[in-house]
C-alpha cells in the first residue's frame, strides 16, 4: 500500500507526496515550494525519487531545482514543456509508463488549461493526480488550449475507473459547488455534497481526494451530457461539447 501526504501550500495549493514502503521510493507531484516537501521528508525518513509535474506552472514546479539540489531526485513532466520545466530529466508523453517501486504509474496526455498538461494515473492502486485538468467539482481554466481540447481530456478521465480517487492541485472545491448548484439546483447528490464539503471548510479540512464517481454525480463539467443539467441550461439536446463550452464561459464569469 502507498503512504500518501497531502501538504496544504501557498493560498490553496497541495503537494502530494507519496511513498512506497516496499521499495523505499517517494515521489513528489507538484512541489510548489520545497521547503514543505523537505520538512515531510525529514519528519518521515523518506528521500525523495521523483518529482512529477503536471505542467509548467510555477505554483507547480516553484520547489523544483531546490528538491533536485538537495535530494538529487529526477524531474518527470511532459515532453512538449522541456523547454519550461525547470531542471526536467525524464520528458514523457500519452500512454507512457513510470514506476513507483513495482507500482506502474501511466502517463495520460490532458491538454486545455495549458498545451502540454500531463495527469499521472497510478493504474493499479486507483489513483489519478490530475494537477489543474480536473478539480473537484470544476475543471481548469482555458489558459491555452481550446474548450473542444479541454473536453476530450476531460472524456479520457472520465473513462478511467469510478473508484479512482482524484487528488487534484487546487482546493477550489467550495466556489466550484456555488458553481455547480446555480446550474444544477435541483442535483441532490450536490446538494448532500455540499453540505458535508461546507462542513470540512469549516474546519480548513481538505476536501481532497474526490473519486471519479462523485465527480460523475456532482461535476457540471462531468455532467454535460446530463439531460437535467442541459435542461436547466435551456441547452436540451445540444451536443455535449457545446454545453461544456457554455460551461467554461458561464465559470469564467461566475
Ligand atoms: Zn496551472
Ligand atoms: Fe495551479
Not at 127 to 146: A, I, K, P, Q
Not at 238 to 243: E, F, G, Q, R, S
Request: net charge negative.
Amino acid at each position: 500500500m502507498l503512504i500518501l501526504l497531502t501538504l496544504p501550500v501557498l493560498n490553496d495549493n497541495y503537494i502530494y507526496l507519496i511513498h512506497d514502503p516496499e521499495s523505499g521510493e517517494t515521489a513528489a507531484v507538484d512541489p510548489a515550494l520545497a521547503a514543505p516537501v523537505l520538512d515531510a521528508l525529514n519528519q518521515h525518513h523518506w528521500s525523495l525519487n521523483l518529482i512529477l509535474n503536471t505542467h509548467h506552472h510555477n505554483d507547480h514546479v516553484g520547489g523544483n531545482l531546490e528538491l533536485k539540489q538537495k535530494t538529487g531526485c529526477k524531474i518527470i513532466a511532459s515532453i512538449s514543456d522541456q523547454h519550461r520545466i525547470p531542471g526536467i530529466d525524464t520528458p514523457v508523453k500519452e500512454n507512457d509508463i513510470l514506476w513507483l517501486g513495482k507500482h506502474p504509474i501511466h502517463i495520460i496526455s490532458t491538454p486545455g488549461h495549458t498545451n502540454g498538461h500531463i495527469v499521472y494515473h497510478f493504474t493499479n492502486d486507483n489513483l489519478l493526480f490530475c494537477g489543474d485538468t480536473l478539480f473537484v467539482m470544476g475543471c481548469g481554466r482555458l489558459f491555452e488550449g481550446s474548450a473542444e481540447q479541454l473536453w476530450h481530456s476531460l472524456q479520457k478521465l472520465k473513462s478511467l475507473p469510478p473508484e479512482t480517487r482524484v487528488y487534484c492541485a487546487h482546493e477550489y472545491t467550495q466556489t466550484n459547488g456555488r458553481f455547480a448548484l446555480s446550474v444544477e439546483p435541483d442535483n441532490q447528490a450536490l446538494q448532500q455534497r455540499m453540505a458535508v464539503i461546507n462542513q470540512l471548510r469549516g474546519k480548513l479540512t481538505p476536501t481532497v481526494p474526490s473519486t471519479l464517481a462523485e465527480e460523475r454525480a456532482t461535476n457540471p463539467f462531468f455532467r454535460e451530457d446530463s439531460p437535467t443539467l442541459q435542461a436547466s441550461l435551456g441547452l436540451l439536446n445540444k451536443k455535449p461539447i457545446d454545453v461544456f463550452t457554455q460551461l467554461r464561459t458561464l465559470k469564467d464569469h461566475f
